[in-house]
């Protein structure tokens, strides 16, 4: 089946500091989704790409559909506290009756500060 | 602008038991989907359900029934609750089958 791949599980920076965050498939997608998670709350969406290429920025935030479909990446620049949280990639693949939504394990993101 | 809602927000409950986790949208969404969240599986797909009487199984249905009466209210029910029960269940709506998803606040669910 079609699997994700989240790595590492956890990161550490520095406040103020860039990162980076990769999501990578051997399967390709038509869709990619970035969702943060607070703890002790729900998944909420960030970023939704539709195209491959496609590099959209919400805020800080800046997300990439990889040109092979089957990578996205998530940079956060001038990190702050409040950035912590998981951060999950999300691929979506439409096939009609084969349609399906898969998420990655997560990365814990600290920020020291 | 309430989204989606999830009661309760903590639940204890002992083996054998039912318990029904309540999951309600205020956004019409045709398409409303239950997950679990554990450590080192991440999020996995219980049941969704494309409108109201229209149900379909994810990848860990067993011990799970769901039921859609009123498009905005999709309840998950745990039979006959066991341990292996125990996790963080997860609500979520969205417009078009597996597009953007939106999350509810989650149940914490413990099985004593």
Same mark, same amino acid.
């Given at each position: ?113 | 602008?309430?989204? +989606?809602?999830? #009661?309760?927000?903590?639940? =204890? !409950?002992?083996? /054998? ?28 797909? +219980?049941?969704? #359900?494309?409108?109201?009487? =229209? !149900?379909?199984? /994810? ?54």
């Amino acid at each position: 089946g079609q699997q994700l791949n989240q790595s590492p599980q956890s990161m550490f920076i520095q406040e103020g500091e860039d990162v980076s965050m990769n999501c990578t498939s051997s399967s390709i997608f038509n869709t990619w989704l970035w969702y943060k998670q607070d703890p002790g709350e729900g998944p909420v969406l960030l970023i939704a790409l539709y195209k491959a290429g496609e590099l959209t920025s919400n805020g800080r935030l800046t997300a990439q559909f990889g040109i092979t479909r089957k990578d996205s990446f998530l940079n956060i620049s001038a990190s702050i506290p409040s950035d912590v949280g998981i951060y999950f990639c999300a691929g979506s693949y439409h096939t009609g009756a084969n349609s399906k939504l898969t998420f990655g394990k997560g990365i814990t993101l600290s920020v020291r500060p | 602008d309430a989204g +989606i809602t999830q #009661s309760p927000r903590y639940k =204890i !409950t002992e083996t /054998g038991r039912q318990v029904t986790l309540m999951c309600h949208q205020t956004w019409s969404h045709s398409y409303m989907f239950w997950y679990r969240q554990d450590l080192g599986h991440g999020l996995r797909l +219980i049941y969704y #359900s494309a409108a109201a009487d =229209i !149900t379909d199984k /994810g990848e860990v249905p067993d011990g799970y029934v769901v039921s859609r009466s009123k498009t905005e209210n999709f309840p998950l029910t745990l039979e006959s609750a066991t341990r292996s029960q125990t996790s963080v269940y997860f609500c979520a709506s969205s417009v078009v089958l597996f597009y953007e998803q939106y999350f509810g606040p989650g149940t914490r669910l413990t099985v004593t």
